[in-house]
């Protein structure tokens, strides 16, 4: 069996240790720029991600990831990223989300659930189902749509909870 090649830092140019040594000390209170100061001073010095992982106490694929980045980029992979996923796609058909807000409008019983009361789970059915969405998307993903709607979902739970005080639902049998 082939022997696997450990994952080392390339060879650090003079300015670029300075600028590695100066964050490795935490001169500016950045942690994610100290952390990956002291994995990349750590694998030039000959270290294995594994035993730079256990020294840091951090994830070994955390190690990794901050070599590659750094093989890559140079000392841009010091500076924190957006923590956004790189690329969204819409996951709405043009009108979708707009469109969102009908199903509220409607029983869940007519989309085939058993119960009287909306979740984001079944909205996120509802929506695929009614051809809104071009797959089954996750229950946040609702919540940011109506976020989006400028109509935060708490705000619609509270409308709900206070139409189904006001009307007895066509579907449930009255009490009288």
């Known amino acids: 069996m082939a022997k696997r090649q450990i994952l080392m830092v390339r060879a650090l140019t003079a300015e670029e240790q300075g600028i590695i040594e100066y964050h490795a000390q935490g001169n500016e209170h950045k942690p994610f720029t100290e952390r990956r100061s002291r994995i ?18 951090i994830d070994d694929e955390t190690v990794r990831r901050a070599i590659r980045d750094f093989n890559q980029r140079g000392t841009i992979a010091l500076t924190e990223g957006s923590h956004r996923p790189y690329r969204t796609r819409n ?9 969102l807000l009908e199903i509220l409008h409607r029983h869940p019983k007519e989309y085939g659930f058993y119960t009287d009361e909306w979740t984001l789970e079944l909205i996120a059915d509802a929506a695929f189902a009614s051809g809104l969405t071009t797959s089954r998307v996750c229950d946040e993903t609702i919540r940011n749509a109506f976020i989006r709607l400028a109509t935060p979902w708490r705000h619609i739970k509270r409308l ?3 139409e189904r005080c006001k009307v007895p639902s066509p579907h449930r049998p009255s009490s009288d």
């Open 160 to 162: 709900m909870l206070r």
């Open 40 to 57: 990349l001073l750590a694998s030039s010095a000959g270290k294995p991600p594994i035993q730079i992982a256990t020294d840091l106490n």
């Open 91 to 99: 996951l709405f058909v043009p009108g979708g989300r707009e469109r």
